[in-house]
C-alpha cells in the first residue's frame, strides 16, 4: 500500500530556533502535499496545500512567513517552522496525494513539536 | 456553502455493529473518504466512495447516496480497538477536500 514518511516523530526546540518537518512519498508521486496542525481533543486544522514546484498556498490565518513549505519534488515537501514560539508546540501531519486527483490521501506519521 | 454533517460522539457495545452517518453539500462532487484517527496518531484511509451504492471492506463497509448527499461507515464486530474518531472528507468538482469534524467512536465491552 500507499507509504508516506514523515521525519522527525517528535522534536523539542527553544523558543526562537527553527524546525523542518520534512514528508516523503516512498512509492507514489505525490502531486498534491497537506500540512495540519492538530491541538489535543480538537480536528484536524488544514495549515496549507502544496503542488510540486509551485508555491504551497495557505489557509485563512496562517502564517506564510512563518511556516515555510517547500514541496521541491513528486515525492518531498518540507514544513519550517521558522522563530518557534511555545504556542507553536502541535502534533502536525502531512498528507500526500497522487498521482491522480481523486487519489486517498495517505498521510504521514506525524510530529509531536514541543517548543521551550 | 460546503459543508459536512456528521455526529460528534457515538458509543457502540464490542461486538456490536454501529453506523456512522456522514451528510455532504459541495460544489460538485469527486468521492467520498473515511478516515479512521487514534487519538495522538495520523488519520489513516478507510474508503473512497464515488459511485453509488455499498462498498464492502472486511468488518467495515462505506454506502454512497449521491442523489441525497449522504453516506455511511458501517462497522461489524465491534472491537476495542475500533474506538477511534473518524473522519467524513468529501471532494468537490475541483477536486478540493471537505473534511467533517470527524465522529468519535466509544466502544464498551
Known amino acids: 500500500g500507499a507509504v508516506v514518511s514523515q521525519h522527525p516523530s517528535w522534536v523539542i526546540c527553544k523558543s526562537g530556533t527553527s524546525v523542518k518537518i520534512e514528508c516523503r512519498s516512498l512509492?507514489?508521486?505525490?502531486?498534491?502535499m497537506f500540512w495540519y496542525r492538530q491541538f489535543p481533543k480538537q480536528s484536524l486544522m488544514l495549515m496549507a496545500t502544496s503542488n510540486e514546484g509551485s508555491k504551497a498556498t495557505y489557509e485563512q490565518g496562517v502564517e506564510k512567513d512563518k511556516f515555510l513549505i517547500n514541496h521541491a519534488s513528486l515525492t518531498l515537501s518540507t514544513l519550517t517552522v521558522t522563530s518557534a514560539h511555545p504556542e507553536d508546540s502541535s502534533f502536525y501531519i502531512c498528507?500526500?496525494?497522487?498521482?491522480?486527483?481523486?487519489?486517498?490521501?495517505?498521510f504521514g506519521n506525524g510530529t509531536r513539536l514541543t517548543v521551550t | 456553502g460546503q459543508n459536512i454533517d456528521q455526529p460528534t460522539e457515538m458509543t457502540a457495545t464490542e461486538g456490536a455493529i454501529v453506523q456512522i452517518n456522514c451528510t455532504y453539500q459541495t460544489s460538485g462532487f469527486n468521492g467520498l473518504f473515511w478516515y479512521q484517527q487514534h487519538a495522538g496518531e495520523a488519520p489513516t484511509f478507510l474508503s473512497y466512495n464515488v459511485l453509488d451504492g455499498l462498498e464492502e471492506k472486511g468488518r467495515f463497509s462505506s454506502f454512497l447516496s449521491r442523489s441525497k448527499g449522504y453516506s455511511y461507515l458501517l462497522l461489524k464486530e465491534l472491537q476495542m480497538k475500533d474506538s477511534a474518531s473518524y473522519l467524513c472528507v468529501s471532494m468537490d468538482s475541483n477536486y478540493q477536500l471537505i473534511w467533517g469534524a470527524g465522529t468519535k467512536l466509544i466502544i464498551k465491552p
Open positions: 512509492d507514489f508521486q505525490a502531486t498534491t
Open positions: 498528507s500526500a496525494q497522487g498521482p491522480r486527483e481523486n487519489s486517498p490521501l495517505h
